[in-house]
Structure formats: structure tokens, C-alpha cells
């Protein structure tokens, strides 16, 4: 008995950590809108959101961005004198629970804070997708992720006409360092708007 769970453990193991290579996607995250007030304010929306795991994902120690304006035409934007705009990078959150969670005999979540000590090689833990409902550290508040200069562009473009009548975007590359040691990386795209 002892045999087969040596070899079961592993092979657990390595499905929840090689989540990716199923073509699965183990993380996604989720903004409110990338906005400003038109005509232009001091400074573009704080943003709000939650990271999500899908079944099985590790817990993440880093979750990093790049983020590129992309502009109505699917190019890079740049200013009114052609100048093109810098991406921005950054550190979104640390410590993102993965994609289980502890439940108990009944089935129901574990109450905090004993939810704190739940880890994915428990004995009552679950496989499930967690975002903040689950994992509040998942979620983040009022973080400024939009430069100022790119809201000044968008808005200038959208005066003249330049930059296409299509929607700006905002390309995000995230990269996850994952607490097992690895990283995976991945594009989101997200409508850039004015209100």
C-alpha cells in the first residue's frame, strides 16, 4: 500500500503542476474597466480586479505585467509627434493562492483563519477555480496601472481622429512565478476606453 502511494503522490503532483502543458491556461485575470473621465482628468481610473486559478494551479509568489497601448489601427501608440509610448511593467500581486482549497467533512468551505493554514497537498483539499471569493489576497483595489501620458494619447487621438475609429487596447503580458519554482507567461487584451 505504501508502494502505490509513493507512486500516485508524484503522479498527483505532476498533474496539478504541469497544468499549462494540457493546454490549459492555469490563471487569467480579471479588471474592471481600463478607463478615464473625457475630458481628461488629473489622472486615469484606479483599477480593481482578481486573479483567477483554474483547478490544480500553484500558488504564485509574483504575478508581473508589461503592458502595451495598442492603438485603433493594431499598432503600437504613440504621442501627437509620433513619439511611440512606452509599455509600463510591474508587480500586480504577490501571493496568489492557486486553484484549490480546504473543505470540510460537511463539504463546506473552511472558515477563516483556518482557511490560512489550507495548502494543496491537504487531506480535505479540493481542486477548484479560486478568485477572490475563495482567496481575498486574489483581489486588489484602486491599483494605478494606466500612465497618465497614455490616457493625454488616447484622448488626443480620439479629438483629431487619428489612430483609427476602432477601440484602444491594453496588451498585458503576465508572467506567474509560481511557488513550485516555475513561471508561466501569457497574454490578455483589454479595451481601453474614455467615459
Known amino acids: 500500500m505504501k508502494k502505490l502511494a509513493l507512486i500516485a503522490l508524484p503522479l498527483l503532483l505532476a498533474a496539478c503542476s504541469n497544468v499549462n502543458l494540457n493546454g490549459v491556461q492555469p490563471y487569467s485575470v480579471q479588471f474592471n474597466a481600463l478607463s478615464y473621465d473625457a475630458p481628461l482628468p488629473s489622472s486615469p481610473d484606479a483599477v480593481s480586479g482578481q486573479v483567477v486559478s483554474t483547478p490544480g494551479a500553484p500558488d504564485v509568489n509574483r504575478l508581473l505585467y508589461t503592458a502595451t497601448l495598442i492603438d ?24 496568489v493562492k492557486g486553484g484549490y482549497y480546504c473543505y470540510t467533512t460537511t463539504g463546506a468551505p473552511v472558515p477563516a483563519p483556518e482557511a490560512t493554514a489550507c495548502w494543496m497537498g491537504a487531506d480535505n483539499v479540493k481542486l477548484v477555480s479560486a478568485g477572490a471569493n475563495l482567496w481575498p489576497q486574489n483581489g486588489f483595489e484602486a491599483k494605478q496601472l494606466i500612465p497618465n501620458e497614455w490616457m493625454v494619447a488616447h484622448y488626443q487621438a480620439m479629438m483629431s481622429n487619428q489612430g483609427g475609429t476602432a477601440p484602444w487596447q491594453v496588451e498585458f503580458v503576465f508572467t506567474a512565478e509560481q511557488a513550485n519554482g516555475s513561471s508561466v507567461t501569457w497574454k490578455q487584451t483589454y479595451q481601453f476606453t474614455s467615459r
Open 72 to 95: 485603433g489601427n493594431g499598432d503600437l501608440a504613440d504621442t501627437n509627434d509620433n513619439s511611440p509610448i512606452a509599455p509600463t511593467k510591474g508587480v500586480l500581486l504577490t501571493g
